[in-house]
């Protein structure tokens, strides 16, 4: 029986992926200085002020577009990392990755058109933006982290294990800040505030997670 030599499957696709996302995080930059400062240090913040939101604020604005496919890239690479960690997959496949962040990124755009539909239909959107828009800050600056930490796996070989704890303890210090920067409105409305946890946090993401594992 003649030997095959077993040829492996190119990873120049995450090259490419994490360059684009370097480049998303400096056309933001450019786009708004002053948000990207402010969604960068977000977790090293001491003050518990919340920035005024104004109440017109567009989530289809430049920023906010391209943050939030930044955002939604970098999750979509962590959620893959975890599938091939416990799948046991030698090599990342681009279109096992596709199909991750296409779930991923329909998960997104239900949550956040559902979110503004409510928001509309209860006439809601002026007690709640600063809500919604701190929220999203939040989101926003795991990511980053979560992008550094990724960089950190790939070219200087930090386990994923270790990313792994450390994104849950980064999304568990959100969730504590963000409770804290809307206290006043989270413990005046604790049945809403409760009911939006389970039905627009946890279910959705159960599911998601479901239809990946």
């Keep these: 029986m003649q030997a095959i030599e077993r040829m492996p499957l190119s ?14 995080l400096f056309i933001s930059t450019i786009i708004d200085t002053d948000r ?8 090293f913040k001491i003050s518990l002020l919340e920035r005024t939101i104004d109440e017109n604020y567009s989530f289809l604005s430049g920023f906010h577009v391209l943050f939030t496919l930044f955002s939604v890239t970098v999750l979509s690479l962590l959620f893959f990392d975890v599938k091939v960690f416990y799948d046991g997959a030698n ?6 990755f596709s199909v991750v962040f296409k779930m991923v990124f329909i998960y997104f755009l239900l949550k956040r058109g559902i979110e503004n539909i409510l928001l509309f239909l209860f006439m809601l959107r002026k007690t ?15 990511s980053c982290y979560l ?9 200087a070989n930090l386990q994923s294990i270790i990313i792994y704890y450390l994104a ?45 594992f």
């Design 128 to 142: 709640l933006v600063s809500f919604v828009v701190s929220k999203a800050n939040y989101f926003f600056a795991i």
């Design 147 to 155: 992008f550094i930490l990724i960089l950190l796996k790939e070219y």
């Design 168 to 212: 849950g303890f980064l999304f568990f210090i959100s969730f504590i800040l963000h409770f804290l920067n809307n206290k006043n409105l989270i413990l005046n409305h604790l049945f809403y505030f409760i009911l939006y946890i389970c039905a627009f946090e946890i279910a959705p993401l159960l599911i998601l997670f479901k239809l990946m």
């Design 11 to 24: 990873n120049n696709w995450l090259t490419f992926v994490l360059l684009l996302l370097f480049l998303s």
């Design 91 to 96: 090599a990342l496949n681009f279109q096992e």
């Design 36 to 43: 990207f400062k402010e969604v960068a240090y977000k977790l």
